[in-house]
């Protein structure tokens, strides 16, 4: 279900990702029948029928991807309204801002993102209200060095705005670029004048998983930090729990502060480092799939108790994590309320080597609370103030895990 994309085959089925950003559409065409036209979905022709039908189109991608729309939207769709646009304009007609169409360039570069070492200035993002968001800042990156935060909000990229109209990726593929190249970043910071930065690109070693030993008084309280689920988040994340419990830990803190998501999958394979065998993770559901609950299927590394750290960008299959370790592992959630992503992407190429990407089903936490309507309220409520050193979210998370160590 969380395949990763793999190569430009056309028309794989690529991957399943939970993240926090797109848009997608779907459609209807004319068959002529007894003489006569008329609408009729794609998803109701017998197979060879709708294939001769896409092979006859002036717009091949077009009728590709209404047919995807058709066979695989997790709602039911206007076909009527989607057969008279563009694919862009068929995209917009769902108003999804999860589902959307990516050019060969820009899947060439989401493909790049799901390798862990990048050519770029070393920073996660997301798109929020406010505007494109850093996430996180990766340690040795330019990005760190050039003294952007956590928090800062992109507002250019080399002199031009960063609007509403282009897609995430489309922004995260202006920033990168050949290594030893330089670029201009307008950042917008609360309480602060907006700047821009002048960086220059390099290698950055994506570090999925951070983990220390953090001490409150005479207890010993294992971190354990998740910048992203991409592929090998889960395998990191049990080697880490398993090593900090060698170290004589009593408890864990799992910080998914600012971790924007990704695949399903390695968000099952995190649950099982705590959780027993069989534990429910997630279920998804949606019009043209059936009810699934995924479960773990590994033995857990370590039995202790855990704190999960959170914030409002903790989104997806951060949400999805969070509400299986507090449902099956009574894990105290720490932090802000969550972001509220409740729905589930796949990714599928085209035959043009550019791929659609849109929403397929929904999901729930295993307790059945629906993360859509307004994210995952923490037990214990903390926030970290940006103009202090202190992480003050972070300590709270430590305190409360020291209380509940064994």
């Known amino acids: 279900m969380s395949t990763p994309p793999q190569g430009r085959r056309p028309r794989r089925l690529v991957g399943v990702v939970l993240a926090a950003l797109a848009i997608v559409a779907a459609f209807a065409v004319g068959v002529l029948v007894g003489g006569h036209p008329r609408a009729t979905g794609l998803s109701d022709l017998p197979p060879p029928v709708r294939g001769w039908v896409l092979g006859a189109t002036d717009d091949p991608i077009g009728s590709e991807v209404r047919a995807l729309l058709e066979d695989g939207y997790y709602k039911s769709v206007d076909k009527a309204a989607l057969e008279k646009g563009s694919v862009a304009g068929m995209v917009a007609t769902l108003k999804d801002p999860y589902t959307y169409y990516l050019t060969p360039q820009d899947y060439a570069a989401m493909q790049q993102h799901l390798d862990a070492t990048l050519t770029g200035i070393g920073i996660s993002v997301a798109r929020r209200p406010e505007g494109v968001t850093i996430l996180d800042v990766y340690p040795g990156g330019p990005a760190l060095k050039g003294g952007l935060r956590r928090g800062d909000v992109i507002i250019s990229v080399d002199g031009d705005k960063v609007v509403p109209g282009p897609t995430l990726d489309k922004v995260v593929h202006r920033i990168r670029g050949k290594e030893g190249t330089p670029v201009r970043v307008g950042i917008r910071r609360k309480g602060a004048a907006d ?39 889960g395998g990191e994340v049990r080697d880490a729990v398993a090593a900090l419990g060698k170290k004589g830990v009593r408890s864990f803190v799992f910080d998914l502060r600012g971790d924007p998501g990704g695949l399903v999958d390695e968000a099952v394979g995190v649950v099982s480092a705590f959780t027993d065998r069989g534990s429910a993770v997630v279920t998804t559901e949606g019009l043209h799939r059936s009810r699934e609950t995924l479960r773990t299927t590994r033995d857990p590394v370590t039995s202790l108790p855990v704190v999960v750290l959170v914030d409002r960008n903790s989104a997806s299959a951060s949400e999805i994590v969070a509400g299986a370790l507090r449902d099956e592992d009574d894990a105290t959630l720490v932090g802000t309320r969550t972001f509220g992503k409740a729905l589930v992407q796949t990714t599928r190429e085209l035959r043009n080597g550019g791929a659609l990407r849109y929403t397929t089903a929904r999901y729930l ?5 629906d993360l859509a309507k307004r994210g995952l309220p923490p037990d214990v409520k903390a926030q970290d103030n940006p103009k202090t050193p202190a992480d003050e979210a972070l300590n709270r998370a430590v305190a409360v895990a020291a209380a509940k160590a064994k």
């Open 365 to 369: 936490t295993p307790s059945g609370f």
């Open 195 to 233: 700047k821009v930065y002048s960086l220059t690109r390099a290698k950055v070693r994506i570090p999925l998983v951070r983990s220390r030993v953090v001490r409150r008084g005479d207890v010993a309280v294992g971190y354990v930090r998740l910048s992203e689920f991409d592929r090998g988040a």
